[in-house]
């Protein structure tokens, strides 16, 4: 990892962690499971019923644990011909604007997020029709942390959050909210993110927020290697 990318702060370190450990077991249980699942077909003729909503569930799981990853190693593509016909102060002014329309961008992503994974959590929705101004008013009749999965079965370490989102009812599947909760949380990454690239070239230590030029970057290095050797 470049210098650049390198968490600046303790929180920073500690998301990078979350970041960087959750997206390699993501990857390594999509990979068992497929695997498993491969062999049990071609094997023995049977596989893991579950094995297919598991690795969906893992993908949009990675996929929201990518998001972020991205926008802190500058690795979202964009198109800056245009923005290289500024001066540096004038790249730099388009560049605090498009991060001001992501920030508000993730803030409404964050909203929508929260509300959805919130019905299945038996949590109070924001109130707001763009922006949260409060939570709604939780009634039990809103309650729906019952809602189950369609195949992955529940684990038996986990009935101890029956009592507390099902009223001691057993689940036969494991709860909507476990996997859904990515939504929320996925986003939050996202908008820490958002902020910490904003504040870098806020503070001149970056000039976009989208892809650096990777392949140039390395030649210059080559380049340079050379000319010291």
Do not use: C
Request: charged share 20%; glycine share 8%; hydrophobic share 50%.
């Amino acid at each position: 990892m470049s210098d650049r990318h390198s968490p600046d702060t303790a929180l920073g370190r500690i998301v990078n962690e979350i970041e960087e450990t959750g997206i390699a077991i993501i990857l390594g249980l999509m990979l068992m499971i497929t695997f498993v699942n491969v062999l049990l077909r071609y094997g023995f003729n049977t596989g893991l019923i579950w094995g297919l909503e598991a690795t969906t569930f893992l993908f949009a799981w990675l996929v929201l644990f990518g998001i972020s990853y991205a926008v802190k190693v500058t690795a979202n593509l964009g198109v800056d011909a245009v923005i290289n016909m500024f001066p540096k102060g004038g790249r730099r002014v388009l560049a605090l604007i498009a991060a001001a329309v992501f920030l508000v961008y993730t803030v409404l992503l964050l909203k929508g997020a929260w509300d959805y994974w919130a019905n299945f959590a038996n949590l109070p929705q924001t109130t707001g029709r763009w922006f949260p101004t409060g939570f709604e008013e939780m009634k039990r009749t809103s309650y729906r942390g019952w809602y189950e999965v369609v195949d992955i079965p529940m684990p038996e370490w986990l009935r101890w959050i029956e009592p507390l989102m099902n009223e001691g009812e057993e689940y036969e599947k494991i709860p909507r909210f476990i996997p859904y909760f990515i939504l929320p949380f996925g986003t939050a990454l996202l908008l820490f993110r958002v902020l910490q690239a904003g504040w870098r070239i806020a503070m001149g230590r970056a000039d976009n927020l989208i892809v650096s030029h990777e392949a140039e970057d390395a030649v210059e290095d080559v380049a340079h290697l050379n000319r010291e050797g």
